[in-house]
């Protein structure tokens, strides 16, 4: 342990050889003591990963292949985890209504809701240049099938795209030692929120796109309608390029009321309602 804190090694680094090694010993030697199980857990120094500027957003934007582009966008619009982004399947991603619909992979047992973003600007055009698959086919099938051999394979490929574009992903840690990793792909999460605070977003609407489920806010959250998401993600978008979005026609208005009022029953009338309301 003393070894690899001298070589400036993080405390999660520490902790994984620690652990390994404890679980090697148990294996090999179940009769006997563990000492590994005397060695305390190291506390780290967290760093958290900076949201990207508008700047360096359309600089990385700039320089993606196809399925990046699509990647970052989902991540910086939609404000995807990289999970959830990497293997949506095109059975999620209607481009006649403009609606993609994924159950958060971490939200998923607490409340298993679906959310229905709207495909917006830049990743409309993104997606629609894009093959279209079967409906079980992965959106973006060489990141899917990199992300679920390992998600570092994707990532590495993320941190050369944003060094690539002249953007510092490293910082220095206070204590010294390695070098943490301060801008990566959750940054394009960081970048959303950054957005829907600028854009006065109500914050059960953000934290329902998020996914910042604490069980006291999960009542609040279930009462967050499918329009104030959409709204939300073209406040994102509006803020992202600095434009206005451009306000959508009588007839897809026209649709939406439609839709949603199809949806309505004696039991969730009110929810419609408020959903019809948030309408604009």
Same mark, same amino acid.
């Given at each position: 342990?003393?070894?690899?804190?001298?070589?400036?090694?993080?405390?999660?680094?520490?902790?994984?050889?620690?652990?390994?090694? !404890?679980?090697?010993?148990?294996a090999i030697l179940?009769? /006997?003591? @563990?000492?590994?199980? &005397?060695? =305390? $857990?190291? %506390?780290?120094?967290?760093?958290?990963?900076?949201?990207?500027?508008?700047?360096?957003?359309?600089?990385?934007?700039?320089?993606?292949?196809?399925?990046?582009?699509?990647?970052?966008?989902?991540?910086?619009?939609?404000?995807?985890?990289?999970?959830?982004?990497?293997?949506?399947?095109?059975?999620?991603?209607?481009?006649?209504?403009?609606?993609?619909?994924?159950?958060?992979?971490?939200?998923?047992?607490?409340?298993? !809701?679906?959310?229905?973003?709207?495909?917006?600007?830049? /990743?409309? @055009?993104?997606?629609? &240049?894009? =093959? $279209?698959? %079967?409906?079980?086919?992965?959106?973006?099938?060489?990141?899917?099938?990199?992300?679920?051999?390992?998600?570092?394979?994707?990532?590495?490929?993320?941190?050369?795209?944003?060094?690539?574009?002249?953007?510092?992903?490293?910082?220095?840690?206070?204590?010294?030692?390695?070098?943490?990793?301060?801008?990566?792909?959750?940054?394009?999460?960081?970048?959303?929120?950054?957005?829907?605070?600028?854009?006065?977003?109500?914050?059960?609407?953000?934290?329902?796109?998020?996914?910042?489920?604490?069980?006291?806010?999960?009542?609040?959250?279930?009462?967050?309608?499918?329009?104030?998401?959409?709204?939300?993600?073209?406040?994102?978008?509006?803020?992202?390029?600095?434009?206005?979005?451009?306000?959508?026609?009588?007839?897809?208005?026209?649709?939406?009321?439609?839709?949603?009022?199809?949806?309505?029953?004696?039991?969730?009338?009110?929810?419609?309602?408020?959903?019809l309301l948030?309408?604009?």
């Amino acid at each position: 342990v003393r070894h690899l804190e001298g070589e400036g090694r993080t405390a999660n680094t520490t902790n994984k050889y620690v652990g390994l090694l !404890r679980q090697v010993w148990s294996a090999i030697l179940p009769e /006997l003591p @563990n000492p590994w199980n &005397k060695i =305390e $857990r190291r %506390k780290g120094e967290a760093v958290s990963r900076r949201p990207l500027t508008k700047e360096e957003l359309a600089t990385v934007l700039g320089s993606c292949d196809d399925e990046l582009r699509v990647l970052v966008l989902l991540g910086a619009l939609l404000a995807l985890r990289l999970g959830d982004a990497c293997t949506l399947r095109w059975s999620a991603v209607d481009l006649q209504r403009g609606i993609i619909q994924v159950i958060p992979r971490k939200t998923r047992s607490r409340t298993g !809701r679906t959310l229905a973003l709207p495909i917006v600007g830049a /990743l409309k @055009n993104a997606l629609e &240049k894009r =093959e $279209r698959g %079967k409906p079980g086919d992965y959106v973006l099938p060489r990141v899917a099938t990199d992300y679920l051999r390992h998600p570092t394979y994707v990532t590495d490929r993320l941190q050369k795209l944003f060094t690539d574009a002249g953007i510092e992903t490293l910082a220095d840690r206070e204590r010294g030692g390695r070098r943490a990793v301060s801008v990566g792909f959750h940054s394009l999460r960081h970048f959303a929120a950054t957005m829907m605070m600028e854009g006065n977003v109500p914050q059960a609407v953000a934290q329902a796109m998020l996914g910042h489920a604490s069980p006291a806010l999960l009542a609040t959250y279930q009462h967050v309608g499918a329009g104030q998401i959409q709204s939300a993600v073209k406040q994102i978008a509006a803020q992202a390029d600095g434009t206005a979005t451009g306000s959508e026609s009588d007839a897809d208005k026209l649709a939406m009321f439609r839709k949603l009022a199809e949806t309505m029953t004696a039991k969730n009338w009110r929810a419609v309602k408020a959903e019809l309301l948030a309408i604009e």
